[in-house]
């Protein structure tokens, strides 16, 4: 049986997340044991690890790294043993460099680039970026095998990640101007909308997530 941490270190929308990976895990038949967890050494033995997010990137990161032994333990199973990560939200950003939302504070540096706050040229695009919007495929990647082109993801946000590498970029959405709906690197991978917040088409993301073997 495969073990999935869902890690908590605090940030809001943990229930929501567990409940959508219960969800999607029950659609597609997967007997995984589903933890919401902040003991590093279930994190370091887990077969796939999500790492959720709400509210500004240095809080969340000084979080992240006040708990004892947490980055390290996510650090061995994602980047020693290769186990699938996904992050959510601020939990995909921080998989960033740096982030630059009140003060400049060092990521995670899993994926480089940096998390910068939305500009839209267009002046009736508001931010925060709120609500439902469609996502483009610019190259193909497992989670999105069965995502068409115009889906709708629903997102919340005022900063977005803008990886070094564009190969990076496997999702983007348009809010007066492109930026990263989803990026992957190897056996990482992030994304910008609330797939626990998006119906059908979040949980099937999910659910290729549960059987996602990079």
Known sequence: MER????????????????ALLEAARLTGSDAEIRTTADPDYVAQADRLVLPGVGAFAACMDALDARSGLIE?????ARERGAPFLGVCVGMQLLASKGLEFGERKGLNWVPGEVRRLQPADPHAKVPHM????????????????????????????????????????????????????????????????PEKSQAAGLALIGRFLAWRP
Do not use: C
């Not at 999935?4 to 409940?19: C, P, T, W």
């Not at 803008?162 to 959405?173: G, I, L, N």
């Open 4 to 19: 999935i941490a869902l890690i908590d270190y605090g940030s809001g929308n943990l229930r929501s997340a567990e409940k």
């Open 73 to 77: 333990a996510m650090t061995e199973a």
């Open 131 to 194: 609500g439902w919007n469609t996502l483009d495929m610019p190259r193909p990647h497992p989670l999105f095998a069965e995502t068409a082109p115009g889906t709708h993801m629903y997102f919340t946000h005022s900063y977005a990640f803008f990886p070094e590498d564009a190969s990076a970029v496997v999702a983007t959405t348009d809010h007066g101007g492109a930026f990263a709906a989803a990026v992957a690197k190897d056996n990482l991978a992030g994304v910008q909308f609330h």
